[in-house]
């Protein structure tokens, strides 16, 4: 797989790209497709353009990983855009290639949809998954937008450093936007990224083994929760429990969690409208304080009903 120089934009972190796809295609009439639950700046961006969000859903019983047949069902004549997360935030869902590639058959249906894939979790899969990358499809490459960073692979969360591939009939519009949007990269933070993309990459794998040791102690711990049951995340690092026995909704719980227990977590809906009945907990912390928030999760549901 080649990516034509020109085809590349180094910029601020992931969202100025996301800003500029969104930006490119929304206006008011035409529908945006995103996934729900899904990173909550998709939707407010799709209505800052005034298109029309359609959420695809991203279900549990799925592995939340996106349905090509439920995705391409959605499609209209007014959509224009179609954006695709996996490994995906908050649910740590990954989309296995069948169902890409059914999705990558179907839209030869829809030519005229363009497709933003956000894949700033691309190295971070376990249990023997593989990433799909939307690059290796051509018959999509003069629709596609690829969003990726050096934030989660390399750990720089911070230095506001991303790229984005763009089809090269698009690139010249996207430069001329993201003039508006940003300024240079900072030389430091470039000459960071180019030696974490060609340097060893021994400290990447470390830290995704150390990613999936507290993954697994999350998952165990979670499931041992009174009316709590969380189906194993195969990518990124996040976990996405569901909660609905615990008589619990999803954002008093985040809040009554953190005030009466001191544990941050995320309710379900601030990710989407499907998101309901779920919360987001990181496992991008020490294993030692992962234990300590379960035990307070576990006390606190153990004494505490829902109001």
């Given at each position: 797989m080649t990516v034509s120089p020109d085809e590349?934009?180094?910029?601020?972190?992931?969202?100025?790209?996301?800003?500029?796809?969104?930006?490119?295609?929304?206006?008011?009439?035409?529908?945006?497709?995103?996934?729900?639950?899904?990173?909550?700046?998709?939707?407010?961006?799709?209505?800052?353009?005034?298109?029309?969000?359609?959420?695809?859903?991203?279900?549990?019983?799925?592995?939340?990983?996106?349905?090509?047949?439920?995705?391409?069902?959605?499609?209209?004549?007014?959509?224009?855009?179609?954006?695709?997360?996996?490994?995906?935030?908050?649910?740590?869902?990954?989309?296995p290639k069948s169902e890409v590639d059914k999705l990558v058959a179907g839209l030869e249906q829809w030519p005229d949809v363009c497709m933003l894939s956000d894949e700033i979790y691309d190295h971070m899969v376990y249990d023997g998954e593989q990433h799909v990358c939307l690059l290796s499809y051509p018959s999509i490459r003069d629709r596609l937008v690829l969003l990726n960073g050096w934030s989660k692979t390399y750990a720089m969360t911070g230095w506001r450093l991303g790229y984005a591939v763009w089809p090269g009939k698009l690139y010249d519009y996207a430069r001329k936007l993201a003039v508006n949007l940003h300024s240079c990269v900072n030389a430091s933070a470039q000459y960071a990224g180019l030696a974490a993309l060609t340097g060893p990459q021994d400290e990447v794998v470390k830290m995704v083994e150390e990613f999936d040791k507290r993954r697994k102690v999350v998952v165990e711990g979670l499931n041992k929760l009174p009316g709590v049951t969380c189906a194993t995340p195969k990518g990124a690092f996040y976990a996405f429990p569901n909660i609905k026995r615990t008589g619990w909704q999803a954002k008093p719980l985040a809040n009554a969690l953190l005030d009466d227990a001191g544990v941050a977590i995320i309710g379900g809906p601030d990710f989407g409208i499907l998101g309901e009945g779920y919360v987001r907990l990181s496992y991008a912390n020490s294993t030692e304080n992962i234990r300590k928030a379960l035990e307070r999760m576990g006390e606190f549901l153990s004494s505490r009903k829902a109001a």
């Open positions: 590349v934009m180094i910029q601020p972190g992931g969202k100025p790209t996301m800003f500029m796809a969104i930006m490119m295609f929304g206006e008011g009439g035409v529908d945006i497709l995103y996934p729900d639950p899904g990173f909550p700046i998709y939707r407010s961006m799709i209505e800052f353009t005034g298109a029309n969000p359609i959420p695809v859903p991203i279900r549990e019983e799925n592995g939340f990983a996106f349905s090509a047949e439920e995705t391409l069902k959605l499609i209209t004549p007014r959509t224009r855009l179609l954006i695709i997360n996996s490994p995906a935030n908050p649910t740590g869902g990954v989309t």
